[in-house]
C-alpha cells in the first residue's frame, strides 16, 4: 500500500491528470444518457413554463 501511495506522489502530475480525464470520460459516457433524460424532461419543464408565460402576458395585455 506504502509502495503504491508512493509511486502515485512521484509520477508527474501530468500523467495523473491524464489518467483522471480518462476516468471521468468513461464515467461521463455511461451517465451522458442519464443527463441527456435529465436535460429533456428540464427543457420541455421550462418550454411549458414560458408558454404559460407568454399567455399570462397576453390575458394581461387584453
Sequence with gaps: MQQIL???LNTPSYILIAITLVIVIIFARKT????RKFASIAF??????KLLHMLNLMDILK
Excluded: E
Excluded at 32 to 35: H, K, N, Q, S
Excluded at 44 to 49: D, E, G, N, Q, R
Design 6 to 8: 508512493d509511486t502515485i
Design 32 to 35: 451522458m444518457r442519464i443527463l
Design 44 to 49: 420541455s419543464i421550462l418550454t411549458i413554463f
